[in-house]
C-alpha cells in the first residue's frame, strides 16, 4: 500500500479495496476515461487487509485529501471502516454516508474533501434494471439478502422508500455471521423504515443456517448475495443442498471470483423457474456515479450504455 501512496504526478483515481489487481475497472478505466474526455487520468489501487485498524484508513484518506493531483476514491469493501476512522477529516459527507455510517467515494470540490455513500443509488439503478415493474405489489414476495454489510444496508433502504408506495417486499430478511453486523444494519434502517416494512435479522453462524432460511421464502421472492463470498473469499453463503423457492430472483453481487453463489442457483434454474443476475450493472453503476463525483461530470444513461459497451470490449 505505502509504494503506491507516493505523490501524484497526473490526475489519480484510486480504487481502495482487497483484491483490487483482480478487478476488471483497472483494465477497464483508461478505456473509460478517453471516451470520457479525462486526459491524463490513471487509476491506481490500494489494497487494505481485511479489519486493518483505523490508523491504515486514516493514512489513506489523509494522503488523498492532501496530495494536489490525488482527485478522490472508490472505496469497496471497507465502505464502513473507512467512515468509522476518518470521517472527521471531511469538510462534507452526504446525508446517506451520514445515515448509515459508509463512504464508498472520496472526492475534491473547491478544496473540501467530501465523501459520499453511493450505494444506495447504485443499488437501485442496478435493480430497476432487473426487477419486474410493481413486482413485489402483484406477487407479494420477501427478499432475502445474506451480508450485513454496506450494499446489504444500501440494497434495502432501496427496497423500502417511500415513494415505492405498496410496492415494496413483504418482509426482509437479513442474515450475517456477525452479530454487530446486524445490529448495526438494525439500527439504520429502524431509522429510515418509515414504511414499517418487516424485517427479520438473523445470525448465521453454522452451515445450513441460510438455507433454511431460502427454502422457507414466499414464491416471487429476492435472493441475494451481498456477503463477498465468491469474490474477496472462495465459497458461498449457502450449501449444495440448498433450495431456491420457485419463481425467484436470484442476485449475485460479484461479478468475478468462483460465483458459487450463482452456480448453485444456474443447476435449479429450469426445475425452480429462478431468473439470475450477477453484479455486472451493478459494477457498472456504482463506478460511473463515483467517477461522475470525482471528476465532476455528467453521466447520463446514454454515456451509461456505451461505458458498458466498452467495458464488455
Given at each position: 500500500?505505502?509504494?503506491?501512496?507516493?505523490?501524484?504526478?497526473?490526475?489519480?483515481?484510486?480504487?481502495?479495496?482487497?483484491?483490487?489487481?483482480?478487478?476488471?475497472?483497472?483494465?477497464?478505466?483508461?478505456?473509460?476515461?478517453?471516451?470520457?474526455?479525462?486526459?491524463?487520468?490513471?487509476?491506481?489501487?490500494?489494497?487494505?487487509?481485511?479489519?486493518?485498524?483505523?490508523?491504515?484508513?486514516?493514512?489513506?484518506?489523509?494522503f488523498i485529501k492532501n496530495d494536489e493531483l490525488s482527485l478522490g476514491a472508490l472505496v469497496t469493501t471497507h465502505k464502513l471502516k473507512v467512515y468509522e476512522a476518518a470521517h472527521d477529516l471531511f469538510d462534507y459527507l452526504d446525508p446517506y454516508a451520514k445515515a448509515f455510517g459508509e463512504m464508498s467515494s472520496i472526492s475534491?470540490?473547491?478544496?473540501?474533501?467530501?465523501?459520499?455513500?453511493?450505494?444506495?443509488?447504485?443499488?437501485?439503478?442496478?435493480?430497476?434494471?432487473?426487477i419486474p415493474n410493481q413486482y413485489w405489489s402483484r406477487h407479494h414476495g420477501e427478499a432475502f439478502i445474506m451480508g450485513a454489510g454496506g450494499s446489504a444496508i444500501a440494497i434495502a433502504s432501496y427496497l423500502i422508500k417511500?415513494?415505492?408506495?405498496?410496492?415494496?417486499?413483504s418482509k426482509i430478511f437479513v442474515s450475517d455471521r456477525n452479530r454487530e453486523r446486524l445490529n448495526h444494519m438494525s439500527q439504520m434502517i429502524g431509522a429510515i423504515n418509515h414504511a414499517n416494512v418487516a424485517f427479520e435479522y438473523r445470525l448465521a453462524e453454522n452451515e445450513g443456517d441460510n438455507d433454511l432460511i431460502?427454502?422457507?421464502?414466499?414464491?416471487?421472492?429476492?435472493?441475494?448475495?451481498?456477503?463477498?463470498?465468491g469474490?474477496?473469499?472462495?465459497?458461498?453463503?449457502?450449501?449444495?443442498?440448498?433450495v431456491f423457492p420457485l419463481d425467484c430472483l436470484v442476485w449475485e453481487l460479484n461479478y468475478r471470483g468462483d460465483l458459487l453463489f450463482m452456480e448453485q442457483a444456474q443447476q435449479q434454474k429450469e426445475e425452480r423457474n429462478l431468473r439470475i443476475h450477477d453484479g455486472w450493472i451493478y459494477f457498472i453503476h456504482g463506478w460511473t456515479q463515483v467517477i461522475a463525483e470525482v471528476f465532476h461530470i455528467s453521466i447520463d444513461p446514454k454515456k451509461i450504455i456505451r461505458l458498458s459497451e466498452i467495458a464488455l470490449k
Open positions: 500500500m505505502r509504494k503506491i501512496m507516493e505523490k501524484a504526478i497526473q490526475p489519480t483515481f484510486y480504487f481502495i479495496g482487497v483484491t483490487t489487481g483482480q478487478s476488471a475497472i483497472m483494465d477497464i478505466f483508461p478505456r473509460w476515461a478517453e471516451a470520457l474526455g479525462l486526459e491524463k487520468a490513471v487509476i491506481k489501487g490500494i489494497d487494505i487487509e481485511l479489519d486493518s485498524a483505523p490508523e491504515i484508513y486514516r493514512e489513506v484518506v489523509q475534491k470540490r473547491d478544496g473540501r474533501l467530501e465523501g459520499y455513500a453511493k450505494d444506495p443509488i447504485s443499488s437501485g439503478l442496478a435493480m430497476e434494471d432487473f417511500e415513494i415505492h408506495g405498496a410496492n415494496k417486499p431460502l427454502s422457507g421464502l414466499r414464491p416471487h421472492s429476492l435472493a441475494i448475495n451481498a456477503t463477498g463470498l469474490k474477496d473469499r472462495p465459497g458461498s453463503p449457502v450449501t449444495k443442498a440448498a
